[in-house]
């Protein structure tokens, strides 16, 4: 088992910038594919950012190229997803996840099915 913990979650207001954290603990492996998704209310889990177990690769979503970067820290076990020029529709609850290792990383890791882990979220709030 693997457990993710989200961090940094928080107010702020449009423009703004905020930083998200996923630390992993148990039966870590840095050969995980990470990605972060997000849930507004009423709407679907939408997919945000992924990056490889070797950090080269990443995909992100088109609603967030160019404002997010997600990154990882191998020796810390942790994942970042740093959000900046903030949009009140990129209000929602944001969560960590994590994939058993794949032959390949591929767009299939943009998608919530390939992920076996989950964190519990942490809320990202952007007034207008």
């Known amino acids: 088992q693997v457990q993710l913990v989200e961090s940094g979650g928080g107010l702020v207001q449009a423009g703004e910038s905020l930083g998200l954290s996923c630390a992993a603990s148990?039966?870590?492996?840095?050969?995980?594919?990470m990605g972060w998704f997000r849930q507004a209310p009423g709407k679907e889990r939408e997919f945000v950012a992924a990056?490889?177990?070797?950090?080269?690769?990443?995909y992100y979503a088109d609603s967030v190229k160019g404002r997010f970067t997600i990154s990882r820290d191998i020796a810390k076990n942790t994942v970042y997803l740093q959000m900046n020029s903030l949009k009140p529709e990129d209000t929602a609850l944001y969560y960590c996840?994590?994939?058993?290792?794949?032959?390949?990383?591929?767009?299939?890791?943009?998608?919530?099915?390939?992920?076996?882990?989950w964190g519990q979220g942490t809320q990202v709030t952007v007034s207008s």
């Open positions: 996840a994590a994939a058993e290792p794949r032959p390949a990383f591929s767009n299939y890791h943009t998608t919530t099915g390939t992920y076996d882990y």
């Open positions: 148990g039966r870590t492996s840095t050969s995980y594919g």
């Open positions: 990056i490889s177990w070797s950090a080269i690769s990443t």
